[in-house]
């Protein structure tokens, strides 16, 4: 096929999605797929292309911070721009895929699906509607919640526009928190408060008034991880952690956190989070043709609880979706393929 992989924009997770385009360009390859690799929000958006099977692709290391987004105004006018006119959408329309390696912002909200969908562009993952559903924290939580799925109390809080709500410091006062943007990926500015005076630090550094923050209880239980790609549940993944939280720099540099595949877990235990990450998939309207990855962390009492549901989680090598494809005894290439397969058939 002639496929056209989008990667980088205008997220925090931006070096994440290249090094997850890259990874994905080597796979169509090795799977005997035309390639062309654009950023929409680069300067020069044809990062490489066409590539032919045979060609070699270099990989794409991920920095242990996330880059600066001083720029984002300027990427996202440029990934506007190139998605809606001129011609990277005639290469997005010439295209018989288009495979979605972007995570994070416009990639993961439901923006770019909803423009591929305007222009008839035919394109992996969920659709926009789902991927809207599923990105903010906050009401993906209510909707998993009022489905029955076992998620923790949560509050909202605009640290730049108010002041903290009582039902934030109730938490705080009643043990350790975690503050999170409501809509963002990668463990992107996670912060665990443990007193209000560091509820106080947080609201000094996150001054926009852009930024809504999840406010919920730290859960001090083991960390764990399903994918579901199309109608399949994969093994479950345990994070074990060496920090209090699998923040970006854990994520994404070699060696920094331990993850098991499959789970060390009783096989009772691990149906169970296979059962709830099927539900959670369903329950923010994810079908056959797409795929999602579940993340949980248990409470006091081993119970676990729903994180959140990632729409297009990350495929580098470091990732936590090729390693659960791994555990099913599946490639790197056959996982890429399987995303292909659900999007074409």
């Keep these: ?23 994905v360009a080597r796979a169509l390859l090795e799977r005997g797929h035309e390639v062309v690799l654009v950023d929409p929000a680069a300067a020069v958006p044809v990062l490489a292309g066409p590539l032919h099977p045979g060609d070699v692709v270099d990989g794409v290391a991920v920095g242990k911070e996330p880059p600066s987004l001083a720029d984002r105004h300027q990427l996202r006018g440029r990934m506007h721009a190139a998605l809606t006119g001129g011609p990277v959408l005639e290469l997005l329309r010439g295209a018989e895929l288009v495979f979605l390696a972007l995570h994070g912002g416009w990639g993961e909200d439901g923006h770019v699906q909803a423009l591929l969908e305007m222009a008839g562009v035919r394109f992996t993952g969920a659709d926009s509607a789902v991927c809207a559903a599923a990105w903010h924290k906050g009401r993906a939580q209510a909707v998993l919640g009022a489905a029955g799925l076992p998620v923790a109390e949560r509050v909202l809080w605009r640290p730049g526009v108010s002041e903290v709500p009582q039902d934030v410091k109730r938490l705080v006062a009643a043990g350790p928190v975690v503050a999170k943007p409501v809509a963002d990926g990668s463990s992107v500015s ?9 509820l106080a630090q947080v609201a000094a550094e996150v001054h926009s008034g852009d930024v809504e923050l999840l406010v919920e209880p730290f859960l001090p239980g083991r960390e764990f991880t399903v994918a579901v790609v199309g109608d399949q549940v994969l093994p479950v993944i345990e994070i074990e952690l060496t920090t209090p939280m699998f923040d970006y720099t854990a994520k994404y540099q070699p060696g920094a956190v331990s993850e098991v595949c499959p789970a060390r877990v009783p096989a009772d235990f691990a149906s169970r989070l296979q059962e709830l990450a099927l539900r959670a998939h369903g329950a923010l309207g994810f079908g056959g043709d797409a795929y999602s990855r579940t993340d949980f962390r248990c409470d006091a009492d081993g119970e676990p609880m729903c994180l959140e549901v990632n729409t297009l989680p990350g495929l580098t090598a470091a990732s936590l979706l090729p390693l659960a494809a791994a555990g099913a005894d599946w490639t790197y290439p056959d996982l890429i393929q399987r995303i292909v397969d659900l999007a074409t058939r």
């Design 1 to 23: 096929m002639r496929i056209v992989i989008l990667c980088g924009g205008e997220s925090s997770e931006r070096d994440v999605s290249l090094a997850s385009g890259w990874s």
């Design 190 to 198: 996670v912060y665990r408060v443990d007193s209000p005076s560091q």
